[in-house]
């Protein structure tokens, strides 16, 4: 059984930094293609970034040049960095798994596993 356990996130002023974190157990890290979302009051959850096993990466276009999504396979742990936060980016934040290949990357129905979500608020 795949778990994925969120860190990270809080509270920040626009312009600011803020990174989550998402540690990974139960299953072969190296075969899990993995997604950060997240989810506004009252507003649908949206895919923010993916990264395929081979690494490659993509990202919904607001947050391109913003947002970093990374992982370490020593530590099975993915991780977001995000930089000059906006108050737009406030919402609860998920991260994501799939053993298959998702297509397209952002879509939420695609990913199987998910962890239990960390909130992150920009304040104007």
């Known amino acids: 059984q795949v778990q994925l356990v969120e860190s990270g996130g809080g509270s920040v002023q626009a312009g600011g930094s803020l990174s989550v974190s998402c540690a990974v157990f139960g299953y072969t890290w190296s075969t899990i293609y993995m997604g950060w979302f997240r989810q506004a009051p009252g507003k649908e959850r949206e895919g923010v970034a993916a990264i395929d096993i081979d690494g490659s990466t993509s990202y919904v276009d607001s947050v391109k040049g913003r947002f970093t999504i990374s992982k370490d396979n020593a530590k099975n742990t993915l991780y977001l960095q995000m930089n000059s936060l906006k108050p737009e980016d406030t919402a609860m934040y998920y991260c994501?798994?799939?053993?298959?290949?998702?297509?397209?990357?952002?879509?939420?129905?695609?990913?199987?596993?998910w962890g239990q979500g960390t909130q992150v608020t920009v304040s104007s």
């Open positions: 994501a798994a799939v053993f298959r290949a998702p297509r397209p990357v952002l879509v939420p129905d695609e990913y199987r596993y």
